[in-house]
């Protein structure tokens, strides 16, 4: 099987551990995809495209189609439907904060802030700029947006910055966030792709600077 970006957080490591004690024969895995479904079948279509079929079902049945997840599984070796790479098992997730492109204006700035944080890792995947970041918090619920900035810029370049409101909270623990952007928004007519230049406030001062290519 491919490898896939692992996100590891101490609940989840402690699941993983716990689940492979069970039957050490049986292999696990995780990947990062988007929930699919239909009256007879649940699928879960990760970021470079592999198909699962979910055999359990009702473990996702709390979630919606177009809900983005972390999965958690184990493979199912038998025949496989047209159109299916692996038939899978689900003994967990963690539903992935799923959140739109904000534009930026005088009436949100206050609360979209520009409080620091870490950014571990981000990309693009499909249409979404996928973010794993750390930051600095008490017992106060933070915000993180993506906001596309105002003003002209080039014909094929959409300025972004990374905002992170932390409310005042205290920095006395260091803390792990994930979160999936909507990038359809930012797509142009009569064009295959589109550069995104994102910025993003980080801690000590510095500032995170990368352009990624958004090709749809």
Not at 4 to 13: C, K, P, T
């Amino acid at each position: 099987m491919k490898q896939y970006r692992f996100f590891y957080f101490l609940l989840l490591i402690t699941l993983v551990f716990t689940s492979c004690t069970k039957d050490e024969n049986k292999q696990y895995y995780q990947v990062l995809g988007t929930v699919s479904k239909t009256e007879d079948s649940t699928i879960i279509i990760a970021d470079d495209n592999m198909r699962l079929l979910v055999q359990n079902p009702n473990s996702l049945s709390s979630l919606d189609s177009s809900d983005r997840i972390i999965a958690y599984f184990s493979i199912n070796e038998q025949t496989l439907p047209a159109g299916i790479d692996y038939v899978v098992e689900i003994y967990n997730y963690s539903k992935v904060l799923y959140k739109p492109v904000v534009d930026l204006t005088e009436a949100n700035a206050d609360s979209i802030g520009n409080d620091a944080l870490e950014i571990r890792e981000m990309w693009v995947a499909k249409n979404f700029m996928n973010l794993n970041f750390d930051y600095y918090g008490n017992n106060q619920i933070h915000r993180i947006n993506l906001v596309r900035m105002p003003g002209n810029t080039s014909s094929d370049t959409i300025q972004l910055e990374v905002r992170h409101n932390d409310y005042n909270d205290a920095q006395l623990s260091l803390m792990n966030g994930f979160v999936c952007f909507n990038l359809e928004g930012l797509k142009k007519e009569a064009a295959d792709s589109v550069v995104l230049h994102v910025r993003a406030q980080e801690y000590n001062s510095r500032v995170y600077d990368k352009y990624f290519t958004y090709k749809y």
